[in-house]
């Protein structure tokens, strides 16, 4: 095309080179493998047909119907929006590039290039990075697909309201009013801020394992596991910032062994809701809504069924041996206490522990009567988890739930 602004419909064409001015260029058929509109501010509209082009020097492209198969060989597009169909975009140059990309209805698929790039994505399912710094926006819910950014130090923006999908990145970030995010794949070594409202964030239970740093999230509920592979439900959280946040425990039998790190302990601070764990209260045998005691003395501790032993009643257990035997000095301690005669046949507890050790750590285990004896024996204790860098003495009710 000449140089200066055209507006053209062209059809079976298989290469077309645009010139210096602002075109807009409509493909009425399957045209145009290989398109090249130069410089100006230029627009490409899509045949409602498949199309495979090799498209440069476009700002703006339109789809239509049909599965168009693109592959961007520059980086001077700002946005793209593939229509109906299942559409794969190739972005081969991604320098400088900030762009928006909307793929339309149907399945779409994207690529991006090794390189920093800054691109704002809607309705595409399946988004792959490489080896570049990539910041991803969502434009729009992500309710289905996969995020996978590559290596690089990258970062995704989540869109309001309830995403859900599969995510690799360095960073993901709320968008500041009221989120929830459901990650359904393996994910270690992320960052999560969830910024404002009041956000939730489920790891999902067929996967588990996950390794995360997570702040401003109110609600995190952890992964669970299968009876077949418990280790999936053992979860690493080291809580980030100042709001308080809450930490869901459920199925203990299958749950794994979670590690928090930098809980927040004290008034106002961090929780751990075991509510779906289904305690029991000492005495009772019977399932009843979370009630904690702290207890400083050898009393009796009925009505309680999360019980906090403080270190100066029991001076805890020495986590640099084997559960077998953290699992004897405690029962050492409980079996003559004034506390276990407060048990009954069946009753099933939460037990929260100190680490003797110089760590100062908080170990959470629970008990179940499994024998209906009414005392704790060998073997009936299980490990739920442990508050990493977090002094017993300083917890409170509050922090349980």
Same mark, same amino acid.
């Given at each position: 095309?000449?140089?200066?602004?055209?507006?053209?419909?062209?059809?079976?064409?298989?290469?077309?080179?645009?010139?210096?001015?602002?075109?807009?260029?409509?493909?009425?058929?399957?045209?145009?493998?290989? #398109?090249?509109?130069? $410089?100006?501010?230029?627009?490409?509209?899509?045949?409602?047909?498949?199309?495979?082009?090799?498209?440069?020097?476009? &700002?703006?492209?339109?789809?239509?119907?049909?599965?168009?198969?693109?592959?961007?060989?520059?980086?001077?597009?700002? $946005?793209?929006?593939?229509?109906?169909?299942?559409?794969?975009?190739?972005?081969?140059?991604?320098?400088?590039?900030?762009?928006?990309?909307?793929?339309?209805?149907?399945?779409?698929?994207?690529?991006?290039?090794?390189?920093?790039?800054?691109?704002?994505?809607?309705?595409?399912?399946?988004?792959?990075?490489?080896?570049?710094?990539?910041?991803?926006?969502?434009?729009?819910?992500?309710?289905?697909?996969?995020?996978?950014?590559?290596?690089?130090?990258?970062?995704?923006?989540?869109?309001?309201?309830?995403?859900?999908?599969?995510?690799?990145?360095?960073? #993901?970030?709320?968008?500041?009013?009221?989120?929830?995010?459901?990650?359904?794949?393996?994910?270690?070594?992320?960052? #999560?801020?969830?910024?404002?409202?009041?956000?939730?964030?489920?790891?999902?239970?067929?996967?588990?394992?996950?390794?995360?740093?997570?702040?401003?999230?109110?609600?995190?509920?952890?992964?669970?596991?299968?009876?077949?592979?418990?280790?999936?439900?053992?979860?690493?959280?080291?809580?980030?910032?100042?709001?308080?946040?809450?930490?869901?425990?459920?199925?203990?039998?299958?749950?794994?062994?979670?590690?928090?790190?930098?809980?927040?302990?004290?008034?106002?601070?961090?929780?751990?809701?075991?509510?779906?764990?289904?305690? +029991?209260?000492?005495?009772?045998?019977?399932?009843?809504?979370?009630?904690?005691?702290?207890?400083?003395?050898?009393?009796?501790?009925?009505?309680?069924?999360?019980?906090?032993?403080?270190?100066?009643?029991?001076?805890?257990?020495?986590?640099?041996?084997?559960?077998?035997?953290?699992?004897?000095?405690?029962?050492?301690? #409980?079996?003559?206490?004034?506390?276990?005669?407060?048990?009954? $046949?069946?009753? +099933?507890?939460?037990?929260?522990?100190?680490?003797?050790? $110089?760590?100062?750590?908080?170990?959470?285990?629970?008990?179940?009567?499994?024998?209906?004896?009414?005392?704790?024996?060998?073997? &009936?204790?299980?490990?739920?988890?442990?508050?990493?860098?977090?002094?017993?003495?300083?917890?409170?009710?509050?922090?349980?739930?």
């Amino acid at each position: 095309m000449a140089d200066g602004g055209n507006t053209i419909t062209v059809g079976s064409t298989e290469t077309i080179t645009g010139g210096t001015g602002n075109d807009a260029l409509t493909l009425g058929t399957t045209s145009g493998e290989n #398109i090249n509109l130069g $410089a100006g501010t230029d627009s490409l509209t899509l045949a409602s047909v498949a199309n495979t082009l090799t498209i440069s020097g476009v &700002e703006t492209v339109d789809g239509a119907a049909g599965q168009d198969n693109l592959t961007f060989s520059d980086s001077v597009m700002t $946005a793209i929006d593939t229509g109906a169909g299942n559409d794969t975009i190739i972005l081969t140059d991604v320098s400088g590039i900030s762009a928006t990309i909307d793929g339309g209805i149907g399945t779409d698929s994207l690529t991006i290039a090794a390189g920093s790039s800054s691109l704002t994505i809607s309705n595409v399912e399946a988004v792959n990075g490489s080896g570049g710094n990539e910041t991803l926006t969502m434009g729009a819910l992500w309710t289905s697909g996969s995020v996978h950014l590559g290596s690089g130090t990258d970062t995704l923006n989540l869109y309001q309201g309830a995403n859900l999908g599969s995510i690799t990145a360095d960073f #993901i970030n709320g968008s500041g009013i009221a989120d929830t995010l459901t990650l359904n794949n393996a994910l270690t070594g992320a960052t #999560i801020d969830m910024a404002g409202g009041t956000d939730t964030l489920n790891l999902s239970s067929s996967v588990g394992g996950y390794t995360l740093t997570v702040s401003n999230t109110e609600t995190i509920n952890g992964s669970e596991g299968t009876v077949g592979n418990p280790e999936k439900g053992n979860d690493t959280i080291t809580l980030s910032g100042s709001n308080a946040q809450t930490f869901v425990f459920d199925f203990y039998n299958i749950n794994g062994i979670d590690t928090i790190y930098s809980f927040m302990s004290g008034a106002g601070g961090d929780v751990l809701d075991v509510d779906g764990l289904g305690f +029991d209260v000492a005495g009772a045998g019977a399932t009843t809504t979370t009630s904690v005691g702290l207890l400083a003395s050898d009393v009796a501790a009925t009505g309680y069924s999360v019980l906090v032993f403080d270190d100066a009643l029991f001076a805890g257990v020495d986590s640099t041996t084997s559960f077998a035997s953290q699992e004897t000095s405690f029962l050492s301690f #409980i079996n003559s206490s004034t506390i276990e005669g407060s048990f009954a $046949a069946g009753d +099933d507890l939460l037990f929260v522990v100190d680490d003797s050790t $110089a760590n100062n750590n908080v170990r959470l285990w629970q008990w179940t009567d499994t024998d209906n004896g009414g005392d704790v024996d060998t073997g &009936e204790i299980a490990r739920m988890g442990t508050l990493e860098a977090t002094d017993i003495s300083t917890l409170v009710v509050g922090n349980f739930a």
